[in-house]
């Protein structure tokens, strides 16, 4: 692999000058960095930032169906691969073939009369910040599972179960997993839990007034972005989406090296 387009994080401090160490190593070793869009011939698409970015990337550059491999000058970045200190010898390693790819599912959700939105790690609907609690139904299958009022819900992915999904205490899913994470937001109910579904069920999301008559909207993200709102009655549908995210995984990590490093 020699061709490249490299993202950064215009925010993150270090994020341009970092940019150009990578392009200036792979112009070295022979390689091409494509400019302002990916080339045709494009096989790779570094991105230098945090989770958030990229999430943002895997959404803004699905269309050209390139493997992307993360570079953390963020935070916690767990999607990505290597840090900042490390890049220039990942970038080396990719150059050398020495990866693998990752193919990790999505989940597409859409309002009535909206078009869809896809989402690498999760779906978030939430109450708003000075709101009462939420009503919310949850189909499965068009079969009613639970109704409860809380703070909100996420649907995650197995790549999103180490986001939101995990704070508000859902289960890690290992990323190879074919399953979606149901997971409450503060439920006002004992038996309402964090629970796990195949990855080929449907699923759909009805807001109700709740238990004083209130009707309240509910807040939808998708990765953080695409906000909406969603009145009573109305619902959201959520699914495995046919596409895929190609993540780049460096040979020498793993799954469980990776939760070790992050979460100490």
Known sequence: M???????????????TLAGKIKAR????????????????????????GDGTFLRAAKDYAAYDLPLMGINI???????QASGEDALNAVDRLMEDEYYLSK?????????????STALNDV???????????????????????????????????????GYNLSAGGPIMAPGVNALLITP???????????????????????????????EPAYVTVDGADYTTL???????????????????????SFVETLNNKFH
């Open 2 to 16: 020699n061709k490249f387009f490299i993202i950064y994080n215009e925010s993150k401090k270090g994020g341009e």
């Open 26 to 49: 792979i112009e070295e070793r022979g390689g091409v960095v494509a400019e302002e869009k990916p080339a045709e011939d494009t096989e790779c698409i570094l991105v230098l930032g």
């Open 74 to 80: 963020g935070t916690l970045g767990f999607l990505t």
């Open 104 to 116: 990790r599912t999505e989940i597409e959700c859409y309002y009535d009369g909206l078009e869809k």
């Open 124 to 162: 978030v609907i939430s109450r708003g910040g000075y709101s009462h609690l939420v009503g919310i139904m949850i189909y499965i299958n068009d079969n009613l599972f639970t109704a409860y009022e809380g703070d909100g819900l996420i649907i995650s992915t197995a790549t999103g179960s180490t």
């Open 185 to 215: 937001i503060c439920p006002h109910a004992l038996g309402v839990r964090s629970f796990v579904i195949s990855g080929d069920d449907k699923v759909r999301i009805k807001i109700r007034g709740n238990r004083h008559r209130v009707s």
């Open 231 to 253: 009145s009573p009655d109305e619902e959201i549908h959520i699914a495995k989406a046919s596409s895929k995210c190609k993540m780049i995984m460096l040979k020498s990590t």
